[in-house]
Each structure stands twice: as C-alpha cells, then as structure tokens.
C-alpha cells in the first residue's frame, strides 16, 4: 500500500541549513533544561515503600489511587500487577514513619472502603537503588548508540555510522527536554519509551541509508544531494505509513492506557515525531555534510585475474 500515487520530488536537502538551525537550536534549549530545571523522577528513582496486595474481586486502579488521594497520600503509583485482582502499590516514603507503619497506614485507608484487601509483600527501595538504576538506564543509552554507530559503520559507511549516531542522540536529548520543561514524571517506564522510540528512528534511518545506498550504484550522474532527496522521497511513502499506524496505537496506549502506561506512551509519542523528523533532516543532512560521495559506496574494483601465459 503506497501513500503517493506517484514519488514525490520534494527538495529535502534545499531546507537542510534552516533545519540545522532549528536543530541545534532545540537541542541547545533541551540541554539548558535538563541543567537547569532536571527530571521529575519517579518512585523508581527516588525510592519508597512497595506493596503488593490482593483483591478478593477485579480491582479498579483509578479508584484505588483516589482512595490513597483522600487519606493524604498524594505521592503514589498503582499498577496492576500479576492477576486483574492484584496491585503493586509504590509510595514515597515519610519522614515520621517507619516502613511497615506507612504499610499499615494504606491498607488501613483501603480497607476503610473495601475489608477484603489482603498484604501480599511490602519492602524498601532505597534512593541508592533508584540512583543505581537511572545510572543503568543512561549506560544503557550509551551502549545502545555506540553499538548502533559501530553496526551501521560496518554495514553502509562510516560517514553513515557517525551521522546515524548524532541522530540518535539528538532524539532522546528532545525528549528529555520536553519532559523537563513540564516536569512530567520520568519513571522506568518512560525510560523503556525512549528506548523503544530510538529502535523506531534508528529503523527509519536504516530505511532511508539502505536507498542511498542502492541509488548510489544505480544512478551514475547525480550529486550526493540529489541522491539522498531521491532516496527519502522514495521511502516517503513507506515512512508516513509507518509512522501513522505506529501513532495510532500510541495515542490510544496514551487515553486509555493509564497511569502505568503514561511516560512510556508519552515518550514514545514525542520520540516518534522526532525520529521521522530526525531520520530525514539531521541523519541525511549530516552524511551528505561529511561529504559523502559515490566512491565511498562502490567498494574497490574486483581484481581481474590474469590468465596470459
């Protein structure tokens, strides 16, 4: 199924110096965020107390968490967790409360509306724990692009790798930005959102570098420019269908997914309108800047063996 009837011929790499400068720009204006106002992070970061508790019949999670709202406890995060009658409850923790009276504490105000609430588990993740694991997370960033850069090097060329790699960070630094500045709470999951939205741009790119490429040995007189504005109007189709049934899904994971589900859908919201703009106007543009050209892409000639006596 094509979007287009016919390829378009839109000049991609004409807008390319006006996009660099919208670029840099924001990328500029995220970092200066992420500095200045920093992350909203979640329970998983910060630490607190968790709970696992039982149900005699399906519970509803907006109700608990507007149970936990009316008796004080305003820090929360509910899940379901296991079966449709289970929750994981996380709270922040209180200076004036051990762990196990805080415990006490919840299910008291839950049993206020419904006896049946059965303690499962409840232990204490520390703020060294939560450090720990947003350490892991931006680790895991860094392994994900270095080895991004190094197969795409392999692959293509590493004019491809390096500008691949620049795109890729540029897109979870923006979504960063963007959670900075609404200081919407950054959790596990959204961490999980950012990483599936760099999967989504790196394939976009891939895309787009794979036509390069195979415009490159096909076409014989064409600059570098008009090559790669060949090659993404040719995926244009393929890009905007991806990226629409993709966002489909994600705006419905973002209405009516929850709570749970909102960095996660957020992050992966923001991360695919920025991967689609990325993959064609920082990722083409920086390769046809560090001057890619045919030569780089046609290999060496095959040795002619010489069979004369």
Same mark, same amino acid.
């Given at each position: 199924?094509?979007?287009?009837?016919?390829?378009?011929?839109?000049? $991609?790499?004409?807008?390319?110096? %006006?996009? #660099?400068? =919208?670029?840099?720009?924001?990328?500029? @204006?995220?970092?200066?965020?992420? /500095?200045?106002?920093?992350?909203?992070?979640?329970?998983?970061?910060?630490?607190?107390?968790?709970?696992?508790?039982?149900?005699?019949?399906?519970?509803?999670?907006?109700?608990?968490?507007?149970?936990?709202?009316?008796?004080?406890?305003?820090?929360?995060?509910?899940?379901?967790?296991?079966?449709?009658?289970?929750?994981?409850?996380?709270?922040?923790?209180?200076?004036?409360?051990?762990?196990?009276?805080?415990?006490?504490?919840?299910?008291?105000?839950?049993?206020?509306?419904?006896?049946?609430?059965?303690?499962?588990?409840?232990?204490?993740?520390?703020?060294?724990?939560?450090?720990?694991?947003?350490?892991?997370?931006?680790?895991?960033?860094?392994?994900?692009?270095?080895?991004?850069?190094?197969?795409?090097?392999?692959? $293509?060329?590493?004019?491809?790798? %390096?500008? #691949?790699? =620049?795109?890729?960070?540029?897109?979870? @630094?923006?979504?960063?930005?963007? /959670?900075?500045?609404?200081?919407?709470?950054?959790?596990?999951?959204?961490?999980?959102?950012?990483?599936?939205?760099?999967?989504?741009?790196?394939?976009?790119?891939?895309?787009?570098?794979?036509?390069?490429?195979?415009?490159?040995?096909?076409?014989?007189?064409?600059?570098?420019?008009?090559?790669?504005?060949?090659?993404?109007?040719?995926?244009?189709?393929?890009?905007?269908?991806?990226?629409?049934?993709?966002?489909?899904?994600?705006?419905?994971?973002?209405?009516?997914?929850?709570?749970?589900?909102?960095?996660?859908?957020?992050?992966?919201?923001?991360?695919?309108?920025?991967?689609?703009?990325?993959?064609?106007?920082?990722?083409?543009?920086?390769?046809?800047?560090?001057?890619?050209?045919?030569?780089?892409?046609?290999?060496?000639?095959?040795?002619?063996?010489?069979?004369?006596?």
């Amino acid at each position: 199924m094509e979007f287009f009837k016919n390829i378009p011929h839109i000049d $991609f790499m004409g807008q390319r110096k %006006i996009t #660099a400068v =919208i670029s840099i720009s924001v990328f500029i @204006i995220s970092v200066t965020l992420l /500095f200045m106002k920093g992350l909203n992070f979640g329970l998983d970061f910060t630490g607190g107390t968790q709970l696992e508790l039982r149900y005699d019949k399906p519970v509803d999670v907006d109700s608990v968490n507007e149970q936990l709202a009316a008796a004080g406890f305003s820090s929360t995060k509910v899940t379901q967790y296991g079966a449709v009658n289970d929750i994981l409850l996380k709270i922040a923790n209180k200076e004036d409360m051990t762990e196990d009276e805080l415990g006490h504490k919840v299910l008291e105000a839950l049993r206020a509306n419904q006896e049946n609430v059965e303690l499962l588990r409840i232990e204490f993740v520390g703020a060294e724990v939560g450090a720990q694991l947003a350490e892991q997370g931006a680790l895991a960033v860094l392994v994900a692009l270095f080895a991004t850069m190094i197969y795409i090097a392999m692959r $293509f060329e590493y004019r491809f790798g %390096i500008s #691949a790699a =620049i795109a890729l960070l540029h897109d979870p @630094i923006l979504i960063l930005g963007i /959670f900075a500045y609404y200081q919407i709470e950054f959790d596990l999951a959204t961490l999980a959102g950012i990483l599936a939205a760099i999967g989504y741009s790196l394939n976009d790119t891939i895309v787009v570098f794979d036509r390069v490429r195979e415009n490159f040995r096909k076409v014989r007189k064409s600059s570098a420019v008009e090559i790669m504005n060949m090659s993404i109007n040719q995926t244009l189709s393929r890009t905007i269908m991806t990226s629409a049934t993709t966002l489909l899904v994600v705006v419905a994971l973002f209405l009516f997914g929850g709570d749970s589900l909102h960095g996660f859908s957020t992050a992966l919201l923001i991360g695919i309108l920025i991967g689609t703009y990325s993959s064609i106007y920082v990722a083409g543009a920086l390769a046809v800047a560090f001057g890619l050209s045919k030569a780089d892409l046609m290999g060496a000639p095959k040795k002619l063996a010489d069979d004369m006596p």
